[in-house]
């Protein structure tokens, strides 16, 4: 084994402000979540000053069967939330930073420069400025609905009657540009050779894509899944442009959360939603982590 | 070298002794008021804050008035509040709302006057005039927390413009719920365009929905959210479901309202636009709409003509004599006021500020900007006969929500019983059961009664 540059007392000393760091920010806040969350502590009302232990009741009300699925409880919310990833983050994100970088592999000018510069305007833009022109382009008598009466379309009322669509769009639209760049710079990284040889012996692009780009992309794939999974499952954006309605037809976790911890301010049950939510990060951060790892084996 | 670092020493020494002598100059204590939005906003800068500076001035403790103002609904003022006082700041008088106080009392995040400022609040010339009945909506368990502004009342507000058109009377008065129906029927075939009635519901509305909606049509059906007598809330009954049905007729069976304004965030500021526009022909609210959103000049949506075309009829029972306490006639009265921050540096003078705020020549002015019934006996309503039959017609016949800190609770879930009507995700019958389900939670089973349905 290789000889330590430091020594053990040294560099448990460097490493302390982190640690530190760590311990006050990130771990005191977890557990003192998680031992609120077995109390009924308010933020209004007698448990405000009187909070009383109550065991497993705030988890056991959370996956009460009779009504958890029911819409503005929890596993609603849930279900909602795996819409929302699986639809703006993996596919839409993903899918799309993923074509765009593709598309544009190899390519120089004034169409790939136009679409960049879009893309990553609308990564940048503070979300309230983005969820305010958005709340304009969705409105029913909004940008969107005049557009599609201009070439002849019915116009409809996207945040009432599709508000999970329009978030889904929305938050598409505003995060693409992370996989997006995180793919361009990944094919940049791959020698132009491989192509250039593919092209010789006739390959097509779907066969290009499959057999050249993906493998090698592999990792990156999986690290972008990981990043913009978690991302997203825990964005809070959305409530700027629906609130979680109408009626919590768009009520993803991370406003679920929200309006129990801080509108009705019931923190015990929210602190166990919280603990669950993390929970669920955990295991998906670990999925794909477990995933990456063993390509990493295979491929080295 | 040395000279020159001496020289940017001396300096530095200079301009912090400038700095700290003019901070000591200016000794004027900053006291803020809260929460406060449209005329009134207009009133505090332009009267009370010069006036209360000058005779502050005057009596050799200068303070400086801020006026900090609040343009989000009530809710939202709900949970800035919790979240300030919950952390220990906030402003040091802030504009409240009575039905909030219990939970807040009870969480500790308010304390009562004589608590924060001493016995002497109990001297203030203003008690003798204002009636106890109007001191307990900013009171707890027999504790003032605050000066209240006034109360108010629930009412039918109609245009008569639209109602002429329709060819129904412009004097109208229903006196059961079938007759309310039957204008907005006649309304809807008669006005294409025209929504005929809106009757609040939903969780997005918030408490306009519980108080304006659902309790107004409840009271008609027979009884009150809470049974005063025995203590305990009433979680299912055969008003409940009949108040449900009123919603699923003029939402969904006969779409006499519209459901969007109920679902969407800013839904409330749409049904009044639509309002003032004549898109709306019955509106149930409270006189708010009259003095605030609607007034001339002043309000959001200002009505030029609203005295010649807004009129309001009073709230009918189901049938005549069905109503709370056997009447023919229901409304609904909350609140408002302002209470003294309890984290306040300077509550003697926070409560100087609100015994200026509140003497009668203050509110004299504020009535000439805004109209309304005012807590003092000695303020007059000048020269609005709408208000003044408000006070005289519907306060005799209105009743108050419960006092209780679960109330904030229950009033959620009435809001999310209404929107699921509306919204068509229940029957009145399961919307009901859910109701039930959820109260006996919060307040427990003892603390709940059923009165059977007869079949």
Same mark, same amino acid.
């Given at each position: 084994m290789q000889k330590a540059i430091l020594s053990r007392e040294l560099s448990l000393l460097f490493l302390a402000p982190a640690l530190v760091f760590v311990a006050v920010f990130l771990l005191y806040p977890f557990f003192s979540i998680f031992q609120m969350s077995f109390t009924n502590q308010t933020l209004v009302g007698a448990n405000a000053v009187n909070p009383q232990h109550v065991g497993l009741q705030n988890y056991l009300d959370l996956f009460n069967t009779r009504d958890w699925m029911r819409r503005g409880e929890m596993g609603h919310s849930l279900w909602?939330?795996?819409?929302?990833?699986?639809?703006?983050?993996?596919?839409?994100?993903?899918?799309?930073?993923?074509?765009?970088?593709?598309?544009?592999?190899?390519?120089?000018?004034?169409?790939?420069?136009?679409?960049?510069?879009?893309?990553?305007?609308?990564?940048?833009?503070?979300?309230?400025?983005? @969820?305010?022109?958005?709340?304009?382009?969705?409105?029913?008598?909004?940008?969107?609905?005049?557009?599609? /009466?201009?070439?002849?379309?019915?116009?409809?009322?996207?945040?009432? $009657?599709?508000?999970?669509?329009?978030?889904?769009?929305?938050?598409?639209?505003r995060g693409t540009a992370f996989s997006m760049l995180l793919f361009s710079s990944a094919l940049a990284s791959i020698p132009p050779s491989y192509m250039e040889t593919a092209d010789v012996i006739g390959a097509s692009p779907w066969q290009k894509? /499959? $057999?050249?780009?993906?493998?090698?992309?592999?990792?990156?794939?999986?690290?972008?899944?990981?990043?913009i999974t978690l991302w997203t499952f825990n964005t809070f954006t959305p409530f700027l442009l629906t609130g979680g309605?109408?009626?919590?037809?768009?009520?993803?976790?991370?406003?679920?959360?929200?309006?129990?911890?801080? /509108?009705?301010?019931?923190?015990?049950?929210?602190?166990?939603? @919280?603990?669950?939510?993390?929970?669920?990060?955990?295991?998906l951060a670990s999925i794909y982590l477990f995933i990456s790892r063993r390509q990493q084996r295979q491929t080295a | 070298m040395k000279s020159k670092l001496h020289c940017f020493l001396m300096l530095m020494c200079l301009l912090v002794f400038v700095l700290s002598s003019a901070a000591h100059a200016q000794e004027a204590v900053e006291i803020k008021i809260g929460g406060v939005s449209g005329v009134e906003v207009r009133w505090l800068n332009e009267m009370v804050k010069p006036g209360f500076e000058a005779m502050m001035a005057e009596a050799g403790t200068p303070v400086t008035v801020t006026v900090v103002e609040f343009s989000g609904s009530g809710e939202d003022l709900r949970q800035q509040y919790v979240l300030d006082l919950g952390a220990g700041t906030g402003a040091d008088v802030m504009s409240f709302d009575g039905f909030?106080?219990?939970?807040?009392?009870?969480?500790?995040?308010?304390?009562?006057?004589?608590?924060?400022?001493?016995?002497?609040?109990?001297?203030?010339?203003?008690?003798?005039?204002?009636?106890?009945?109007?001191?307990?909506?900013?009171?707890?368990?027999?504790?003032?927390?605050?000066?209240?502004?006034?109360?108010?009342?629930?009412?039918?507000?109609?245009?008569?413009?639209?109602?002429?058109?329709?060819?129904?009377?412009t004097n109208w008065q229903p006196t059961s719920w079938e007759e309310l129906l039957d204008a907005a029927r006649t309304i809807k075939s008669a006005l294409p365009g025209v929504t005929p009635l809106q009757l609040n519901a939903g969780t997005a509305m918030g408490e306009a929905s519980t108080l304006q909606g659902y309790?107004?049509?409840?009271?008609?059906?027979?009884?009150?959210?809470? $049974?005063?007598? @025995?203590?305990?809330?009433?979680?299912? !009954?055969?008003?409940?479901?009949?108040?449900?049905?009123?919603?699923?007729?003029?939402?969904?069976?006969?779409?006499?309202?519209?459901?969007?304004?109920?679902?969407?965030?800013?839904?409330?500021?749409?049904?009044?636009?639509?309002?003032?526009?004549?898109?709306?022909?019955?509106?149930v609210e409270g006189d708010f709409l009259w003095r605030g959103p609607l007034a001339p000049g002043t309000g959001n949506f200002a009505m030029p003509n609203r005295n010649e075309v807004v009129t309001f009829a009073l709230m009918p029972a189901r049938?005549?004599?069905?109503?709370?306490?056997?009447?023919?006639?229901? !409304?609904? !009265?909350?609140?408002?006021?302002?209470?003294?921050?309890?984290?306040s540096a300077n509550p003697e003078l926070a409560w100087e500020l609100m015994t200026y705020m509140f003497s009668k020549e203050s509110l004299d002015a504020l009535q000439q900007l805004q109209p309304r019934i005012r807590a003092r006996l000695d303020v007059e309503v000048p020269n609005d006969p709408v208000m003044s039959r408000i006070a005289s017609e519907v306060l005799p016949l209105s009743t108050i929500r419960p006092q209780l800190p679960e109330y904030n609770q229950v009033s959620a879930q009435i809001q999310l019983m209404t929107e699921r009507i509306v919204s068509g995700e229940m029957t009145p019958m399961e919307a009901m059961q859910a109701y039930d389900a959820a109260v006996t939670q919060i307040v427990g089973e003892d603390n709940v009664i059923r009165i059977p349905l007869d079949k």
């Open positions: 909602l939330t795996a819409q929302f990833v699986v639809g703006s983050a993996l596919i839409g994100q993903a899918g799309l930073g993923l074509s765009i970088a593709v598309a544009f592999h190899h390519r120089r000018g004034l169409l790939r420069e136009a679409v960049y510069t879009l893309a990553i305007a609308a990564w940048i833009i503070p979300d309230v400025v983005v @969820a305010f022109a958005w709340f304009a382009y969705l409105d029913p008598n909004g940008t969107l609905n005049q557009i599609l /009466r201009a070439v002849g379309l019915q116009p409809l009322d996207w945040l009432f $009657d599709y508000p999970m669509l329009s978030i889904i769009l929305f938050n598409t639209w894509f /499959r $057999d050249i780009l993906l493998p090698l992309l592999r990792g990156y794939i999986a690290t972008d899944l990981i990043l309605g109408p009626t919590y037809r768009s009520n993803v976790i991370a406003i679920h959360t929200y309006n129990v911890g801080l /509108r009705f301010f019931e923190f015990g049950k929210a602190s166990a939603i @919280a603990v669950i939510v993390m929970l669920i990060n955990l295991l | 909030w106080l219990p939970e807040f009392a009870e969480g500790g995040l308010l304390k009562p006057l004589t608590e924060v400022v001493g016995e002497r609040v109990l001297e203030w010339e203003g008690w003798s005039v204002i009636p106890e009945g109007i001191q307990a909506i900013m009171s707890y368990n027999g504790q003032l927390f605050g000066i209240p502004r006034g109360t108010d009342a629930r009412v039918i507000w109609y245009r008569t413009d639209l109602f002429e058109q329709a060819g129904l009377p309790i107004m049509a409840l009271l008609g059906a027979g009884h009150h959210v809470y $049974d005063f007598e @025995a203590k305990k809330w009433i979680v299912s !009954s055969p008003a409940i479901l009949a108040t449900l049905e009123l919603f699923e007729i003029i939402y969904n069976t006969e779409g006499l309202g519209e459901v969007r304004w109920q679902l969407v965030r800013n839904g409330r500021d749409l049904s009044f636009e639509a309002f003032s526009k004549g898109q709306v022909a019955m509106l049938e005549p004599g069905a109503g709370y306490l056997g009447q023919d006639f229901v !409304s609904a !009265s909350g609140g408002t006021g302002f209470v003294l921050n309890a984290n």
